[in-house]
Each structure stands twice: as structure tokens, then as C-alpha cells.
């Protein structure tokens, strides 16, 4: 079955760049999406499709996905971009989820 | 506004079942995919299954099949998960998540929780 491996945690401080990675066999082929979750709050799509964004996301969310490995990255983080963040793809009609990331800002 | 709203989890002892509903609304049901996701407790996110608009088609985490099925009820704008044959790795918050395009699950309700133990 297909998998996407993402690492447990990064931190970044307020005001800089953060990068999320996600990795998976030939990913660029499929389209990545990209989940934040808030503490006791259910996910929130802030990157469609490898790097569409939804109206409401702020413009600092982007995303890139080639090869095997898709990214986001997140610019001028703030505080209020703590979170824990999943990656999903499709594989044969079935969704799979990255294992996610904590993202600290600190 | 788009609102989804689950109920139907509980405690629930090993091998026994449980009928998960989602209600929908503030949009037109019928012209979206429908999924069930699921997250264990301290745990990441899990697709569990997805059905068509028509009902006609379903996919399934292989993890769930032969255990778990999905329908709808469009003139209940709703969607139903069954789950049967429970075993304690199961115990998770289920969530469902309207799909767009068949790809972006673009808004989830608040979940209800699975609790399987005896």
C-alpha cells in the first residue's frame, strides 16, 4: 500500500520560513494535500492540489510537490500557525494521510 | 454555511457495532463525494472510506473492509457509517469530510468518538 512519510516535528521562529516535507513514491505523479489540525479542532485544507489555496488560507501557506517529495511552506510564520500538519494524496481511489507534523514556533 | 454533524459513537465492547451518522447541510448534497475519516486518540488522521453522489461507488481502507460500510440517504442529506466487528483499534474520533472534485475533503464536521473496550 501506498505510504507518505512525514518527520514528527519542526520548529521555526516567529517571522521566519517554515518548510514541511512529504515524501512518497513518485508523489509529483498525484496531487498533494495539505491539512492543518488546532488542538481539539478538526483539519483544515490549506493547500489543494499541490498549490491552490483556498480564499480563506492566508497567502503566507504555499506549496510545491515534484519527484517524490512534496512541501509546504509556510512564510512570516506567526504563532497562530502551530499546528499539527498532514499530508494526503490518492492512490487507486483511496485516500492516504502522512503520519504528520508538529509545527512549534517558537 | 456548510455544516456536517456526526453522532452515533459510544462505548462499544470488542466485537460488537456501532451506526455512525453525518448530517448534512447548507449545501446541495447530492453533488458531492462523501468521505469518513478517523483519528485514534494522540494519533494521526486515517481515511476510512469515501461514496459517490448516487451511492454507487465505495472505497474502502483495506484495514476496514469486510467490517465497515458506508451509504447515503439523499433525501436525508446523510451519511452512515457502519461498523461492525469491532476491535479496540478502531477506538478513534470519526470524522466525516465533504470531498470537492472528488479530491479535497474541503469541510469536516466535529466528530464523534468510538470508544471499544470492554
Known amino acids: 500500500s501506498y505510504e507518505l512519510t512525514q518527520p514528527p516535528s519542526v520548529s521555526v521562529s516567529p517571522g521566519q520560513t517554515a518548510s514541511i516535507i512529504c515524501s512518497g513514491d513518485k508523489l509529483g505523479d498525484k496531487y498533494a494535500y495539505w491539512y492543518q489540525q488546532k488542538p481539539g479542532q478538526s483539519p483544515v485544507v490549506v493547500i489543494y492540489q499541490d498549490t491552490k489555496r483556498p480564499s480563506r488560507i492566508p497567502e503566507r501557506f504555499s506549496g510545491s510537490n515534484s519527484g517524490n517529495t512534496a512541501t509546504l511552506t509556510i512564510s512570516g510564520t506567526q504563532a497562530m500557525d502551530e499546528a499539527d500538519y498532514y499530508c494526503q494524496a490518492w492512490d487507486s481511489d483511496t485516500a492516504v494521510f502522512g503520519g504528520g507534523t508538529k509545527l512549534t514556533v517558537l | 454555511e456548510v455544516q456536517l454533524v456526526e453522532s452515533g459513537g459510544g462505548l462499544v465492547q470488542p466485537g460488537g457495532s456501532l451506526r455512525l451518522s453525518c448530517a448534512a447541510s447548507g449545501f446541495i448534497f447530492t453533488n458531492y463525494w462523501m468521505s469518513w475519516v478517523r483519528q485514534a486518540p494522540g494519533k494521526g488522521l486515517e481515511w476510512v472510506a469515501n461514496?459517490?453522489?448516487?451511492?454507487?461507488?465505495?472505497n474502502y481502507v483495506d484495514s476496514v473492509k469486510g467490517r465497515f460500510t458506508i451509504s447515503r440517504d439523499n433525501a436525508k442529506n446523510s451519511v452512515y457509517l457502519e461498523v461492525n466487528s469491532l476491535r479496540a483499534e478502531d477506538t478513534a474520533v470519526y470524522y466525516c469530510a465533504r470531498l470537492v472534485g472528488q479530491m479535497v475533503h474541503d469541510d469536516w464536521g466535529q466528530g464523534t468518538l468510538v470508544t471499544v473496550s470492554s
Open positions: 461514496i459517490k453522489q448516487d451511492g454507487s461507488e465505495k
